[in-house]
């Protein structure tokens, strides 16, 4: 069994928050027409009704249902309006591996060059790689309250997070344990910065989120002008549907290849120290005892721990108070679920319900 907490992006950095004035992006994004409307009728409906009753019920604000290029089911909660931005938290990270695949295509960073030819001052030491930052195997110590909590507020104590993190030393070796944190994506937007002078975040607004059409109401960033990659996107259900077109298609967009081919497929391939978490992707995978998910608890105990009986090639990026985007390529589906936090959500059974009516 393994051993089961809470949340995404730890609690316990959260409590005490609430008299700190926090970064908040809410302008409203209008919905767009890039997906047709189909509503599913009959014994569908009633499924995902009851789904999104479930869902409601631990403080869901929206579930979105698309399958091929229609959604077939959307349900809001009355307080909210689905115009309105969420901060979806890790839900950023899954960008970070799509950003990787871009550069790399552009010749700007391979994923097993040495994060040391490029930043020399990384006191973690040698053998740290773009592929280990991407599957959070870098073994480089993690500070979340400095690089997390902070991150979160109007006024902050740390400046600048990028070379905050590239400060941080080593706890163990380059691939060896999996470590779920936000200094691996920090470094890495350090590296990305210093190879093409450019934030990370204009790199990908330019390469794929206009091309997209999709659409942020902002980005959390720390005094220094860094964008937050592990956790600093703030949108709605229906912009991040997009994205998760775009990696169930395998980098295709409205027939455009925007990513290269067979990346996604490198995004959602697991590492030795963690099969479940690819590039930035939660995996429908199995995982050995010893594989610390401590802080999830939404996660299935035993066997697959996305669905245990869902299909195998499922996967998903997944935020703090249970900010959910799962792709299906097998059944053609894209789901997104926001939320406002719950201890009582679980993913198996949300998507049991989805997609077997359990």
Same mark, same amino acid.
Request: proline share 6%; charged share 20%.
């Given at each position: 069994? /393994?051993?089961?907490?809470?949340?995404?992006?730890?609690?316990?950095?959260?409590?005490?928050?609430?008299?700190?004035?926090?970064?908040?992006?809410?302008?409203?994004?209008?919905?767009?027409?890039?997906?047709?409307?189909?509503?599913?009728?009959?014994?569908?409906?009633?499924?995902?009704?009851?789904?999104?009753?479930?869902?409601?019920?631990?403080?869901?604000?929206?579930?979105?249902?698309?399958?091929?290029?229609?959604?077939?089911?959307?349900?809001?909660?009355?307080?909210?309006?689905?115009?309105?931005?969420?901060?979806?938290?890790?839900?950023?990270?899954?960008?970070?591996?799509?950003?990787?695949?871009?550069?790399?295509?552009?010749?700007?960073?391979?994923?097993?060059?040495?994060? /040391?030819?490029?930043?020399?001052?990384?006191?973690?030491?040698?053998?740290?790689?773009?592929?280990?930052?991407?599957?959070?195997?870098?073994?480089?110590?993690?500070?979340?309250?400095?690089?997390?909590?902070?991150?979160?507020?109007?006024?902050?104590?740390?400046?600048?997070?990028?070379?905050?993190?590239?400060?941080?030393?080593?706890?163990?070796?380059?691939?060896?344990?999996?470590?779920?944190?936000?200094?691996?994506?920090?470094?890495?937007?350090?590296?990305?910065?210093?190879?093409?002078?450019?934030?990370?975040?204009?790199?990908?607004?330019?390469?794929?989120?206009?091309?997209?059409?999709?659409?942020?109401?902002?980005?959390?960033?720390?005094?220094?002008?860094?964008?937050?990659?592990?956790?600093?996107?703030?949108?709605?259900?229906?912009?991040?549907?997009?994205?998760?077109?775009?990696?169930?298609?395998?980098?295709?967009?409205?027939?455009?290849?925007?990513?290269?081919?067979?990346?996604?497929?490198?995004?959602?391939?697991?590492?030795?120290?963690?099969?479940?978490?690819?590039?930035?992707?939660?995996?429908?995978?199995?995982?050995?005892?010893?594989?610390?998910?401590?802080?999830?608890?939404?996660?299935?105990?035993?066997?697959?721990?996305?669905?245990?009986?869902?299909?195998?090639?499922?996967?998903?990026?997944?935020?703090?108070?249970?900010?959910?985007?799962?792709?299906?390529?097998?059944?053609?589906?894209?789901?997104?679920?926001?939320?406002?936090?719950? /201890? /009582?959500?679980?993913?198996?059974?949300?998507?049991?319900?989805?997609?077997?009516?359990?």
């Amino acid at each position: 069994m /393994r051993a089961a907490l809470n949340g995404l992006l730890p609690l316990a950095l959260l409590t005490g928050l609430g008299c700190q004035a926090r970064q908040s992006y809410e302008t409203a994004i209008p919905i767009d027409d890039t997906f047709p409307r189909q509503p599913v009728t009959g014994a569908l409906l009633e499924r995902y009704e009851a789904a999104a009753r479930w869902s409601e019920a631990r403080d869901g604000l929206a579930l979105v249902i698309l399958k091929g290029d229609a959604v077939i089911f959307e349900s809001y909660a009355r307080r909210y309006d689905p115009t309105t931005p969420i901060h979806i938290f890790s839900g950023t990270k899954s960008f970070s591996c799509a950003l990787a695949l871009l550069l790399e295509a552009d010749g700007a960073l391979r994923l097993d060059e040495d994060v /040391r030819d490029t930043l020399p001052e990384l006191a973690a030491g040698a053998g740290v790689t773009p592929d280990t930052l991407l599957h959070f195997t870098s073994g480089i110590a993690q500070d979340n309250r400095a690089l997390t909590r902070d991150g979160l507020m109007e006024e902050q104590t740390i400046d600048d997070k990028y070379a905050y993190a590239v400060g941080l030393p080593s706890e163990s070796a380059p691939g060896e344990v999996f470590v779920y944190g936000s200094s691996h994506q920090a470094v890495l937007g350090a590296l990305i910065t210093a190879k093409i002078g450019q934030s990370p975040l204009e790199y990908l607004e330019e390469r794929l989120f206009t091309p997209m059409g999709m659409r942020f109401g902002g980005w959390n960033h720390d005094p220094a002008g860094n964008p937050m990659l592990a956790y600093g996107a703030w949108t709605t259900a229906n912009e991040w549907l997009k994205y998760g077109v775009l990696l169930r298609d395998g980098g295709l967009w409205q027939g455009e290849a925007l990513l290269p081919e067979g990346g996604v497929d490198r995004c959602t391939t697991g590492s030795a120290a963690n099969p479940a978490y690819g590039m930035t992707l939660w995996l429908n995978e199995d995982v050995a005892d010893d594989v610390d998910l401590s802080a999830f608890a939404s996660l299935a105990d035993d066997g697959r721990i996305l669905d245990p009986d869902g299909p195998a090639d499922l996967f998903a990026a997944a935020g703090y108070k249970d900010n959910r985007l799962v792709v299906v390529p097998s059944e053609e589906l894209v789901i997104v679920r926001l939320g406002d936090g719950s /201890r /009582r959500f679980s993913d198996p059974t949300l998507l049991g319900m989805i997609l077997r009516g359990e």
